[in-house]
Nanobody, 123 residues
Framework: QVQLVESGGGLVQAGGSLRLSCAAS????????MGWFRQAPGKEREFVTA????????YYADSVKDRFTISRDNAQNTVYLQMNSLKPEDTAVYYC????????????????WGQGTQVTVSS
């Protein structure tokens, strides 16, 4: 089992940047695919981005492609989400999640979830 703790959320103006971090416990982290999801008020949770256990394969939602970058540091048990050119529609609670196949594909079942971190983008 792995525990996930997100950090780095906050309030930023449109066009600004934020970097989210997700710290994981346990050695199994380095074998897991990792993803970021988000949920805006009144909306369903949606996929944002994910990557495979070694970072070799990355996947992005169309809405964040070319603005967001996912990365991981297995030595530090941490996955990152660099968010640039933020828009008001990016406002949501962002969740880090892990899936055990290691492939990190968006449609796989993510079984471990963090508590989320709020990102608010003002216009």
């Amino acid at each position: 089992q792995v525990q996930l703790v997100e950090s780095g959320g906050g309030l930023v103006q449109a066009g600004g940047s934020l970097r989210l971090s997700c710290a994981a416990s346990g050695r199994a982290f380095r074998t897991y695919g990792m993803g970021w999801f988000r949920q805006a008020p009144g909306k369903e949770r949606e996929f944002v981005t994910a990557l495979s256990w070694n970072g070799g394969n990355k996947y992005y939602a169309d809405s964040v492609k070319d603005r967001f970058t996912i990365s991981r540091d297995n030595a530090q048990n941490t996955v990152y989400l660099q968010m640039n050119s933020l828009k008001p529609e990016d406002t949501a609670v962002y969740y880090c999640a892990a899936e055990t196949s290691g492939l990190g594909r968006p449609t796989y079942e993510y079984v471990y979830w963090g508590q989320g971190t709020q990102v608010t983008v003002s216009s």
